[in-house]
T-cell receptor
Framework: GAGVSQSPSNKVTEKGKDVELRCDPISGHTALYWYRQSLGQGLEFLIYFQGNSAPDKSGLPSDRFSAERTGGSVSTLTIQRTQQEDSAVYLC??????????????FGPGTRLTVT | GNSVTQMEGPVTLSEEAFLTINCTYTATGYPSLFWYVQYPGEGLQLLLKATKADDKGSNKGFEATYRKETTSFHLEKGSVQVSDSAVYFCALIGSRGGSEKLVFGKGMKLTVNP
């Protein structure tokens, strides 16, 4: 079946512009995660959605970052007033959660964001 | 907070060489431990996992044993192939319930030469 998809695959933007990154999780997966992969910081957690519960936003680096998940499926990560330090690969992952068990997180190919 | 420390490399080996990538962790409670792999041009994939002490995860000839006494989860393979060239990440999930977010090590790039 289809895996996690992300769009765009690459995004180049000017400093100060807003960007939106999209994630389509695997159908039926109730949990959705955003991570960021950068040379300086490695792989770091940004935000987590699970069903109708309040999202865990503890990893968002500043209030310029926000995310939403509409209808329990597609998610959009928005970065406002982008800065050069926002340049990174943004990864989305989804998993199924049931009975308190830990299931594999399946990752998308990522969106490479370059802020010039 | 929870953290993972792993060998960062890069490491270059010859085909059929023995591979060990060290990984140690700091976590409260009883974390689940993972190795993820990122092949060139591809996304992150789960390689293996272990969810409790003394569990051994294995896949594609790779193995790692969850050692609570040494807080370690070292990755080993007895004979690497060129196709194993990739970046390897050790990771943990700190506790069940909640967000179950992955905490990653910095990754180690492995190149295997024929």
């Amino acid at each position: 079946g289809a895996g996690v998809s992300q769009s765009p695959s690459n995004k180049v933007t000017e400093k100060g512009k807003d960007v939106e990154l999209r994630c389509d999780p695997i159908s039926g997966h109730t949990a959705l995660y955003w991570y960021r992969q950068s040379l300086g910081q490695g792989l770091e957690f940004l935000i987590y959605f699970q069903g109708n519960s309040a999202p865990d936003k503890s990893g968002l680096p500043s209030d310029r970052f926000s995310a939403e998940r509409t209808g329990g499926s597609v998610s959009t990560l928005t970065i406002q007033r982008t800065q050069q330090e926002d340049s990174a690969v943004y990864l989305c992952a989804s998993s199924t959660r049931s009975g308190g068990l830990t299931y594999e997180q399946y990752f998308g190919p990522g969106t490479r964001l370059t802020v010039t | 907070g929870n953290s993972v420390t792993q060998m960062e490399g890069p490491v270059t080996l010859s085909e059929e060489a023995f591979l060990t990538i060290n990984c140690t962790y700091t976590a409260t409670g009883y974390p689940s431990l993972f190795w993820y792999v990122q092949y060139p041009g591809e996304g992150l994939q789960l390689l293996l996992k272990a969810t409790k002490a003394d569990d051994k995860g294995s896949n594609k000839g790779f193995e790692a044993t969850y050692r609570k006494e040494t807080t370690s989860f070292h990755l080993e393979k007895g004979s690497v192939q060129v196709s194993d060239s990739a970046v390897y990440f050790c990771a943990l999930i700190g506790s069940r319930g909640g967000s179950e977010k992955l905490v990653f090590g910095k990754g180690m790039k492995l190149t295997v030469n024929p």
